[in-house]
């Protein structure tokens, strides 16, 4: 499987080589390095071309093969951090999409200012219990999941997103118009959604920023992603989310963050965008 983040591609390509490296240093073929292992020499070429990520065991075996299990558990501790990069949701939400909630309470407290931009739904941290839970409830029946505990993940999604009545931090969020007016849950729910946006855009720590479906653009509508201070961004794919870490690629997005926040408008400008789209729900 190819990783579609360049930061985790490159972090597992890095792995790679070192190991392709340490074999050829070696004097080994591909095959030698499969019998030692013990493996099929198919599954040394996977690894070496990035396209399988070795386990921990892999990596001992490899470094023991070489002669080089000094290296290992280097080694060992680069491979974890290229996949931690790309963390796909089957594995996330083997615990329950209540866990996936409350996973991320300690980050957000130790996150100071957050820059959201959403083309698809409203932010996670803006979201009602109702909108919240018609959210999940989708996410739990695209993926199958055993139980489907939507109702107590939207409890939690709701009670961590208190944190925006917190001191210390700040948050800069950005929406497509068009956000406003995908029909999540019922007529109710979207409106109690709508309204409370017209309250939380009002706090003193949140900016809640409206892209006009009508404004010239700089940047097209991009991919849902979120950046926690300079640090990380996060990127939600259909299959995974992507952590990006790297300082190059995050300035990438923080640049993109401020040419769609250019876009937006603010204040009694989006607020009548926002009546717009409850006048629409008839």
């Known amino acids: 499987m190819t990783i579609p983040s360049s930061s985790a591609q490159s972090a597992r390509e890095v792995v790679a080589r070192r190991l392709r490296d340490l074999r050829k240093g070696a004097g080994l073929t591909v095959v030698d390095l499969a019998r030692g292992c013990g493996w099929h020499h198919a599954k040394t070429s996977r690894v070496e071309n990035a396209r399988t990520a070795p386990t921990a065991t892999d990596i001992r075996l490899w470094c023991r093969t070489v002669g080089a299990e000094d290296q290992a558990e280097d080694l060992i501790a680069q491979s974890l951090h290229a996949e931690s990069m790309y963390s796909e949701w089957r594995h996330q939400t083997r615990r329950g ?52 505990d939507s109702a107590a993940a939207a409890r939690a999604r709701v009670a961590r997103s208190r944190i925006i009545h917190e ?41 809640l920023g409206i ?72």
């Not at 300690?106 to 941290?125: A, D, H, M, N, W």
């Not at 009602?128 to 018609?134: N, W």
């Not at 299959?239 to 926040?261: C, D, K, M, N, W």
């Open 97 to 148: 999409l209540k866990q996936l909630q409350d996973s991320a309470v300690v980050f957000f407290r130790q996150t100071e200012f957050f820059r959201v931009y959403s083309s698809s739904l409203i932010p996670g941290l803006l979201q009602t219990e109702g909108y919240a839970a018609a959210v999940l409830g989708m996410s739990a029946r695209f993926r199958e999941l055993p139980v489907d």
């Open 211 to 282: 892209i006009p479906s009508a404004a010239d653009r700089d940047q097209w509508p991009r991919e849902t992603f979120h950046v926690y201070d300079d640090s990380l961004v996060s990127v939600e794919l259909v299959s995974a989310q992507v952590r990006i870490t790297q300082p190059s690629e995050i300035g990438l997005y923080v640049r993109a963050f401020e040419e769609l926040r250019r876009g937006a408008v603010y204040g009694a400008a989006a607020r009548a965008l926002i009546v717009k789209a409850i006048d629409a729900l008839g």
């Open 167 to 207: 001191r210390g931090h700040r948050f800069v969020l950005l929406v497509e118009e068009s956000v406003l007016h995908y029909r999540i849950g019922d007529a109710d729910a979207m409106a109690a959604q709508l309204g409370y946006l017209l309250t939380a855009g009002a706090l003193p720590a949140v900016s």
